[in-house]
């Protein structure tokens, strides 16, 4: 069974940048489409990066330009790098399989216990 886990949440002050790191075990390969999700405090779900078969990545507006989604299939982990982050970015960040490579919510599937990241004004 594949398990993931997060790490590299914190707190920073905006303006300031974080790497979230998701490592994968119980699998013989990196999974070959995933995505990191987060849960602002009172808030839904939303997807904030998603990686294809061929590695191609999406965004949604609120983080494109700022988060960078990558996979080192090497040392099975999912990385996220975060930069000139908001307060509004504060949640719970998860990374998860996207079982059907659509960078949809409901698709992403067995995430860990996630990690805290709190932005400062």
């Known amino acids: 069974q594949v398990h993931l886990e997060e790490y590299g949440g914190g707190s920073v002050q905006a303006g300031g940048s974080l790497r979230l790191r998701c490592t994968i075990d119980?699998?013989?390969?990196?999974?070959?489409?995933m995505g990191w999700f987060r849960q602002p405090p009172g808030k839904k779900r939303e997807v904030v990066a998603s990686i294809g078969r061929d590695g191609a990545t999406t965004y949604p507006d609120a983080v494109k330009g700022r988060f960078t989604i990558s996979k080192d299939s090497d040392k099975m982990t999912l990385y996220l790098h975060m930069n000139n982050l908001k307060p509004e970015d504060t949640a719970i960040y998860y990374c998860?399989?996207?079982?059907?490579?659509?960078?949809?919510?409901?698709?992403?599937?067995?995430w860990g216990q996630g990690t805290q990241v709190t932005v400062s004004p």
């Open positions: 119980g699998s013989a390969a990196t999974p070959e489409c």
């Open positions: 998860a399989r996207d079982i059907y490579c659509s960078g949809a919510l409901p698709h992403l599937i067995g």
